[in-house]
């Protein structure tokens, strides 16, 4: 792969561009000034839900939970039958089987987390068994994270060619590439792994496992989205976003959509170029679409808890 | 967006879609907050007084076009009764308190101002036409902010000037623009009191609303009848002030023109002007060029462009001069222009017919020398004076559009090949009112730094103000500074 370190050196353009953190971190304040009111907040929620990757992942789940979870996943709302599906349902490995038999026919894609999530530190060999495993239990995605031991001792070449060999484990799975952005800390790191993710072969970058804190913020989010944006521009190939963990309220979905809506525009208002990954955004936003229904909010337990 | 994204080497370049799938719903701030009156008279020894000549003239909304209010049309005999009530003010109350109790005032009327914040946004928005976003954002916290700040040094004063005494000057005569009222007011009014002294306030003709509402606060404040005086007017009133025997200061901010008239005019020595800017915004190869566009867009888009240090010369390294255009075109595409009320409106109304006028006749000038002339093609509204965010390429230093202010959205791009081509044709101009540098190296913003012939150096970000830090100019950009400790040096006969 020495396309990679090539071209890093023949154009030092997009793959080591700078960037200035203070500068980044006002531009992500500005899309939360934008005020989104009455249908144009209707149309983000509904949105939103459908971007939502509805996610479970601890120690203690158990398939009655994960059935538990599909459900809620293809039924939002029982009060409100017209609510649109999520977009996954986001487990570990061990629970692809039952989440693919769960969600069968309803248009719910299956995401499972791998290549020994959340650290990575396994050898490739036994990253990509699991990769074929979760694939060949009916995973439609995986998530997997890049190997920051590598990055961070500036082994790109290697976190580069680990993400290939996932792909190709991939077979017809969808990628999404995790960067763990709060332990890589600078956004230069962060923009430098974003290109490394959509060059090895992603189809989509992810923030955060969910694991590490800070997880998504909005400055490291629109960080990736300028890089994808750089990326589509230099190659046609339109790579989708998943910023995940620590999104848990309707009006922080509504910052990022605006936020990906003014960076990357139209084309990626959809789930199939993004995605939100959490756990307690959509009874949030049930929350909020209900207040809009009937003029008053509902208390926690108006909506299921799954 | 065709004309913007068009580029001869690369037409088959993928498109961004910036389109309609998902609207913004308007989201108009409320203007019930507001109580303007149908007519509005000078505000001198502390009461609101009907202009001798009995004359007013119209304040309109630039985004509409509908009458506002009448305001007095004040004359010399308004001038010499507003600069006597300040003359017995000085001699009578200010100069004699505390400095201390000069402080307690300041505070008073910086919370009053944070108090009715939302009140004075939304009228300097309808007033003036800027965007609510930053009338909301910018404009009144910053107003405060220098009311807060001057509070703090009106009993410290002799700590600004160390080994040296300090007394005030008297009655100060100060002329304001237009394209931050309520700012420029308090950038005026805070130091002149904190030093001891009266003043005799001008706001500009087109937007007299906020300083008469601040009249309204001070009035409430109780500050003592006479130290704040407030004449609105146009042209006439304006010289009649600069050229008042009784003063014993005159500052201005406005055009260079008028300011030039003004120095000849005035009969006291101690004169301050803030004028106009033609400021290079340099970009260099190793810049962060993601923020490095949005720096050009604080730059030359903020409050219409109608900012005296807006970057409104960009100056880019030429191998990446592509890049950055290509960005730049993207990024405007998402500006919104309209009412500017619409919380999600980024580029409001230009101020007045007058001055769309005027940056109608430059952009002609421009496409009739031969520089490439793009604009944003987004929607406008029919009704009242706006201009979609545009920017010329191929501009040359001997241009009109890159030498003469154009004091509206509109950007002259040219570019550079090296630190030192860039520094010379940075420092080509009349003017030197600021700059910005966007390099990711330390030691170039350094030495950019030493050689730049601009009162303010933004490296890395660009249109920050705040009142601990001086502003004003070179050249024909200005005379004196203000803001921070040298701010106060204008307000006060230091021995």
């Known amino acids: 792969m020495s396309s990679l370190s090539l071209a890093s050196l023949l154009s030092p353009g997009a793959f080591d561009r700078p960037v200035d953190q203070v500068g980044a971190n006002e531009r992500a304040a500005k899309f939360t000034k934008r005020s989104i009111k009455t249908e144009a907040k209707h149309q983000g929620l509904l949105m939103a839900i459908s971007m939502i990757d509805l996610t479970t992942l601890e120690g203690k789940d158990s398939p009655g939970k994960v059935r538990q979870l599909c459900t809620k996943g293809i039924q939002p709302d029982p009060e409100d039958l017209s609510l649109p599906h999520v977009g996954a349902i986001c487990v570990y490995p061990s629970m692809v089987r039952t989440a693919a038999s769960a969600l069968e026919g309803s248009g719910v894609n299956v995401a499972s987390v791998a290549t020994a999530f959340p650290s990575g530190q396994l050898a490739l060999s036994e990253r990509l068994k699991e990769v074929e495993q979760a694939v060949s239990d009916g995973a439609d995605e995986i998530d997997m994270v890049i190997n920051r031991g590598a990055f961070l001792s500036g082994r790109y070449q290697e976190v580069f060619e680990e993400i290939v060999e996932v792909k190709k484990a991939c077979g017809p799975a969808h990628l999404k590439v995790i960067l763990e952005t709060g332990e890589l800390e600078s956004y230069d790191n962060v923009r430098r792994a974003s290109h490394i993710g959509m060059m090895a072969g992603a189809d989509f970058i992810k923030t955060s496992t969910g694991k590490v804190s800070p997880a998504a913020t909005m400055p490291v989010t629109l960080v990736m989205l300028e890089a994808i944006r750089e990326h589509y521009l230099e190659t046609g190939r339109k790579i989708g976003m998943k910023p995940a963990g620590g999104i848990r309220t309707s009006k922080q979905a509504l910052h990022y959509l605006v936020m990906v809506k003014e960076t990357l525009g139209d084309d990626w208002l959809t789930p199939d170029l993004f995605r939100i990954g959490a756990s307690s955004l959509l009874n949030d936003i049930l929350m909020q679409l209900a207040k809009q229904r009937t003029g008053a909010y509902q208390s926690a337990d108006y909506f299921s808890n799954d | ?495």
């Open chain 2, 1 to 495: 967006m065709a004309n913007l994204q068009e580029k001869p080497t690369s037409s088959s370049r993928p498109k961004l879609n910036f389109g309609s799938k998902w609207d913004y719903a308007p989201a108009p701030e409320s203007t019930a907050v507001v109580d303007i009156a149908p007519e509005y008279g000078q505000f001198i020894a502390g009461e609101f007084v009907p202009p001798s000549s009995g004359q007013t003239f119209e304040t309109i909304n630039p985004a509409t076009e509908e009458v506002l209010s009448r305001v007095a049309r004040g004359c010399q005999a308004d001038v010499d009764k507003a600069v006597t009530a300040a003359r017995a003010a000085y001699e009578g109350t200010w100069s004699k308190i505390s400095a201390p109790d000069r402080g307690k005032y300041l505070y008073r009327i910086a919370r009053l101002i944070q108090d009715r914040s939302r009140e004075f946004a939304v009228l300097e928005s309808m007033d003036g036409g800027k965007p609510i976003k930053e009338s909301r954002d910018v404009d009144i916290p910053l107003v405060a902010q220098h009311f807060f700040y001057h509070a703090g040094w009106a009993d410290k004063l002799e700590y600004a000037f160390p080994n040296q005494t300090v007394s005030s000057l008297g009655v100060a005569g100060q002329i304001i623009p237009w394209n931050f009222p309520l700012l420029m007011a308090a950038w005026k009014i805070a130091p002149a009191l904190a030093c001891g002294n009266t003043v005799v306030l001008k706001p500009a003709e087109t937007t007299p609303l906020t300083a008469l509402l601040l009249a309204k606060v001070i009035q409430e404040a109780d500050l003592p009848p006479g130290v704040v005086n407030v004449v609105t007017g146009d042209g006439e009133a304006g010289a009649a002030l600069a050229s008042h025997p009784g003063l014993d200061k005159v500052a201005f901010t406005g055009s260079t023109e008028v300011g030039k008239a003004i120095r000849r005019s005035a009969k006291t020595r101690n004169v301050t002007l803030e004028l106009g800017g033609k400021a290079a915004n340099i970009i260099f190869e190793d810049a962060p060029i993601d923020q490095a566009v949005e720096g050009i867009i604080n730059g030359i888009y903020f409050n219409q462009g109608h900012v005296c240090c807006a970057g409104s010369r960009l100056l880019v390294q030429e191998s990446v001069h592509d890049e950055v255009v290509q960005k730049l075109s993207d990024r405007i595409a998402t500006l919104r222009v309209g009412d500017p009320l619409d919380k999600n409106t980024d580029i409001g109304a230009i101020n007045s017919r007058e001055q769309y006028d005027r940056i109608c006749s430059l952009v002609e000038a421009g496409k009739a020398e031969g520089a490439e002339f793009h604009q944003s093609d987004v929607p406008v509204p029919g009704k009242g004076f706006f201009f979609a965010p545009a920017y010329f390429t191929g501009v040359a230093q001997s241009h009109r559009i890159a030498q003469e202010e154009i004091f509206g959205p509109v950007l002259s791009i040219m570019t550079f090949r090296t630190p030192d081509e860039a520094v010379a044709k940075a420092n080509n101009t009349k003017y030197g009112l600021s700059a910005g540098i966007w390099t990711d190296k330390g030691s170039r913003i350094f030495k950019m730094l030493s050689k730049m012939n601009a009162g303010v150096v933004w490296a890395n970000t660009f249109n920050k103000f705040d009142p601990s830090s001086p502003f004003g100019g070179y050249k024909e950009s200005g005379w004196g500074r203000e803001g921070g400790a040298q701010g106060l040096g204008a307000y006060l006969e230091v021995k």
